[in-house]
């Protein structure tokens, strides 16, 4: 099956991580952070719904559940736990990759409605429709995974955010204990947005916890 599929989906052109347990695959989507999971329900250690509630802890990737067994309960279970579609066996890959079109295209337009939008905290500006960034007016340039902290910071403003969950978000759970990351990257921000980079106005350690960016939020569509 998994020779079946790696051929079907490398030929639409997808880049394919193949996993032969659910720990491996759990460990492989940490490291990848894919843009899909394809998931059989029958695995060697766990099951479907094990698998994807997992996975839900952490990503909103979708996931396609594929199924022996055109089983009501089985089908409703693995949806419950946060699985987006399901296959039942035996399929055809035309079927299995309209399907896989369709999840894509969602998750590109939810992706596109929730970065369609600016936030403000005090000084500090966030564009993500332009992907831009600013200080009291000033544009400021970032690198990728800047933009992608300082994001996800600003969607949090006011919040404390401990190391495992900025550090998930913005690297993937398998860098969750390598805070050495965060630290220089908070530091690269404060000396981009912060007057005085020393004394923090914004970007504030939570000694031993995490971090937190400090500020009422407003939206702007």
Known sequence: MRRYLRAALAGEGLRVVEAETGTEALAQASGHNPDLVLLDFKLPDMNGMQVTSKLREWTAAPILVLSVHDEEAEIVAVLDAGA?????KPFGPRELLARIRV?????QRADAS?????LEVGDLRI???ERLAFVAGREIRLTPTQYRLFGMLMRN???VLTHEQII????GPSHAKETQYLRVYIGQLRRKFEAEPARPRYFLTMSGVGYRLRGGMERTN
């Open 168 to 171: 998930s978000a913005v690297w």
């Open 157 to 159: 403003a006011g919040k």
């Open 103 to 107: 999840l894509l295209r969602q998750a």
């Open 84 to 88: 987006n579609d399901y296959l039942a």
């Open 127 to 129: 564009d993500f429709a």
């Open 114 to 118: 929730s970065m369609n939008s600016v």
